[in-house]
């Protein structure tokens, strides 16, 4: 005796995503079961109602579509099958791309650098909804956070783009720590479809911060002694101290001690020009 | 609080030698202040002379002066007499490196005659010694009188010949917060010669 599989119950066919695995072109789909089911074929194409492959996934009701091409619409649909043959009709269907994927990656960056950060990995929709996490950004003592990231938004289907702003942006505040920072990044393409990822900002130290006395000429855009003695006029001081000034504090951890001093040391005699502090850059001064 | 960086750095030809000592306990030398400006010395065949551009350095000034000539090694001074209120110091010595090489560096007087301990700064380029000398926090500077030795610096001749030793981008820093160039300080160097 032959059973018929009512196509309606498989109304409920959705496309899922979630933070689980790490995989490019696949698209993760579950249904509702259907009474009398013995299985079930998922039918998927890049045409709507034009399905070029199946796949038979037997009785479950969840699957992965994988090995399909990035950045391209599949269309897809679920028959449920028993001794009796597939039903006739298909489920509802559901259109969309592989679910985005985010490539782990660590950007350089600069104290007081704004940079344009640069999110890579694949099937991002142009309309995502991309979130950038800045809640483990440290801030300062007021509360403003180090980092600043602007909206983001996806540019291509391999790349999400957003404006960063790392502290120090002008005089007198808090200069970013040195170090690597972390920052969750969450894109959602439209159907609900999500990724989570990271990337991370490799924070640097910026050498214009020890040119700090620019008095005159001959110590304008130059790290040399005129710097050395403005830097160690706040020596031990911290964050609160009459003392302190964020703009000695070159790394950015709310005091001025040897590690500032080293940074200082790491090139005093060097002059500015062309983006770079060198040695040579004094004799483009004039220097002998 | 680190304050730990090695009082001399490695020597790595054609490179940058940020050296720093900090909280220096006075400086090896051991010349008098106001002694003979020209020195000359000869040793294992090696003549060596040193000519002060100003024989008779007047007040507010900083001048090179000889304090030992060893061989072919001379130490000299950065000498300062007669100035109110030094609290850092920011200069470069430039010489020939083809004719002299800076051999090494050490503390002078002048900053630990007030009884804190300076920072001091010292960059190696070729032909070049970048130095930066400072105390450290707020509080008066010292006033001068009589020559105080600000830096030592020892350097060996190469060979038959001589080398200027002048000053660049040098100034005495007064004790304001943000450090400020005492006006009217005269330089003088000298010339080291080898014969």
């Known amino acids: 005796m032959r059973t018929t599989i009512n196509t309606a119950l498989l109304a409920g066919l959705l496309m899922v995503g979630g933070a689980t695995t790490v995989r490019a072109g696949v ?42 091409a990035d950045c391209t619409t599949y269309y897809v649909a679920v028959k449920a099958y028993n001794q009796g043959g597939e039903s006739a009709g298909f489920s509802n269907e559901i259109v969309g791309w592989p679910h985005p994927e985010i ?10 650098g704004q940079i344009l950060l640069e999110i890579s990995g694949t099937n991002f929709d142009a309309d995502a909804v991309v979130t950038v996490d800045t809640s483990a950004v440290p801030s300062d003592p007021y509360g403003n956070p180090l980092v600043e990231v602007g909206p983001a938004a996806a540019t291509s289907c391999h790349r999400v783009e957003a404006a960063v702003a790392i502290e120090p942006t002008a005089s007198g505040l808090q200069a970013m720590g040195l170090g690597r920072i972390d920052l969750p990044v969450e894109i959602v393409n439209p159907g609900g479809v999500y990724r989570q990822g990271a990337v991370s900002l490799d924070v640097a130290f910026e050498p214009t911060r020890a040119d700090m006395n620019r008095s005159n000429d001959r110590t304008d855009e130059r790290v040399d002694g005129d710097d050395l003695a403005t830097l160690v006029r706040a020596w031990a001081s911290a964050f609160g101290d009459p003392a302190f000034d964020f703009d000695l504090d070159l790394d950015g951890d709310a005091d001025v001690d040897g590690e500032d001093l080293a940074l200082l040391a790491s090139i005093f005699g060097r002059c500015h020009a062309s983006d770079d502090w060198t040695v040579e850059a004094c004799s483009q001064r004039g220097e002998a | 609080m680190t304050r730990g960086l090695p009082a001399r750095g490695p020597a790595l030809a054609g490179t940058v ?5 900090v909280a220096c306990g006075g400086g090896s ?22 000519t002060a551009d100003e024989p008779n350095p007047g007040p507010a000034s900083s001048s090179l002066a000889i304090e030992t000539l060893v061989g072919d090694t001379a130490g000299l001074r950065v000498s300062v007499r007669e100035v109110d209120d030094v609290r850092s110091a920011s200069l470069d010595v430039t010489f020939d490196p083809a004719k002299v090489d800076f051999v090494d560096w050490s503390a002078g007087d002048l900053l630990e005659s007030g009884g804190q301990q300076p920072f001091y700064l010292v960059a190696e380029q070729p032909g070049r010694v970048v130095i930066g000398v400072s105390l450290s926090g707020s509080g008066p500077g010292i006033d001068v009188g009589a020559p105080l030795s600000l830096v030592r610096l020892t350097f060996r001749a190469l060979g ?14 007064d004790a304001q917060a943000v450090p400020q160039e005492i006006p009217g300080i005269a330089w003088h160097g000298g010339t080291l010669s080898a014969n």
């Open chain 1, 103 to 112: 490539t782990a990656q660590t950007l350089a960056a600069k104290q007081g």
């Open chain 2, 29 to 50: 030398g051991g010349g008098t202040e106001g002694a003979d400006p020209t020195g000359a010395e000869k040793s294992g065949g090696v003549a060596l002379a040193f």
């Open chain 2, 160 to 173: 038959p010949g001589s080398s200027h030793l002048a000053f660049e981008n040098m100034a005495l820093l």
């Open chain 2, 17 to 21: 030698l940020a050296a720093l000592l």
């Open chain 1, 27 to 68: 698209i993760d789909l579950a249904w509702n079961s259907v009474i009398g089911a013995s299985g079930y074929r998922v039918y998927y194409g890049t045409a709507s109602r034009q399905y070029q492959s199946s796949i038979d996934v037997g009785k479950v009701t969840a699957a992965s579509l994988d090995a399909l």
